[in-house]
């Protein structure tokens, strides 16, 4: 090897070495931000290159009323993400229901909805939608579901008939989308360290926190009646289900508990129109 060659090569490995500790310093900084101010730096970093078919452009725009909402950019973008996110998790229909353009674009724009403030918005976690026709028996546990989570099989499961009545009646807190993918992004988030899985996991640390400095809380909660009981099996039903409230009805919700749905706001950086 002539010495040409040997510079040409140093100074690639010198220059590679400069690019790590750059990235790795970017990282910190930006995890430090992120904690400080609970939102990344920057939100999409991806060109919006991929599109959405006509059909379902129309059906956000008649039945979506969160994309609605959202101004031109923002729409662009989440045409972007959600043509992603359909694009990369595999749906199957179960007992003979094909999944369709419809079940697939309200599907997937609920999940994109719901991660809108994350920059980490395709919920890896997920890798399958499976989709009954109606409620389903479980062998698991030998009952019948509405829709439930598999981390360990990377899944996610619907009834499309409770799908679809969580997402036509619109403020009666009650949505097994929401709900589900609720359950998804919360474990998704405490196996990750990406910038928007920190922000959630120290945004569900301050609600937990709260709640339990917070006895008179607790009761108000439980007095009021705003969330059903099935908030208080445990913290992820707790999570799920303030989650619901906060997307159907996020002013009797911020009436009602402000500083809750503070905490809400910043562990899904959640900052858009109606919110």
């Known amino acids: 090897m002539d010495s040409t060659s040997r510079i040409v090569l140093l100074t690639i490995f010198f220059v590679s070495m400069g690019l790590v500790v750059l990235s790795r310093f970017y990282v910190f900084f930006e995890q430090l931000y992120a904690l400080k ?18 059909f379902q452009l129309q059906l956000l725009i008649e039945e979506f009323s969160f994309y609605r909402n959202l101004d031109k950019k923002q729409q662009l973008i989440f045409q972007h993400r959600l043509a992603h996110f359909i694009a990369e998790k595999q749906f199957i229909g179960r007992q003979g ?18 991660t809108f403030g994350f920059r980490k918005y395709s919920i890896g976690l997920i890798e399958t939608i499976i ?3 109606r409620q389903y028996h479980s ?12 981390p360990n099989l990377k899944v ?13 009646i619109g403020d009666d807190n009650l949505n097994v989308g929401i709900h589900e993918f609720g359950h998804a992004i919360h474990l998704n988030a405490f196996g990750n360290k990406d910038t928007s899985s920190v922000i959630f996991k120290q945004g569900f640390q301050d609600l937990i926190t709260y709640l339990k400095l ?5 009761q108000s909660l439980i007095q009021s009646k705003y969330f059903r009981a099935y ?5 992820y039903e707790f999570f799920a289900v ?34």
């Open 37 to 54: 101010y609970r939102k990344p730096l920057f939100l999409n970093v991806i060109p919006f290159k991929k599109t959405l078919s006509p």
């Open 97 to 114: 229901l094909q999944p369709n353009e419809r079940m697939k674009t309200l599907i997937g724009a609920t999940a994109v909805m719901l």
């Open 131 to 133: 989709i009954y026709p």
């Open 139 to 150: 062998k698991v546990n030998e009952t019948y579901h509405k829709g439930e989570v598999n």
């Open 156 to 168: 996610i499961v619907f009834s499309w008939e409770d799908f679809e009545h969580g997402y036509h």
């Open 214 to 218: 917070n006895a008179c809380i607790r």
């Open 231 to 235: 908030a208080y099996t445990n913290h």
């Open 242 to 275: 303030l989650l619901e409230n906060f997307i159907e009805t996020p002013r009797a919700f911020k009436t009602q508990f402000p500083e809750l749905y503070r905490l809400m706001q910043k562990t899904m950086n959640f900052y858009f129109t109606g919110y």
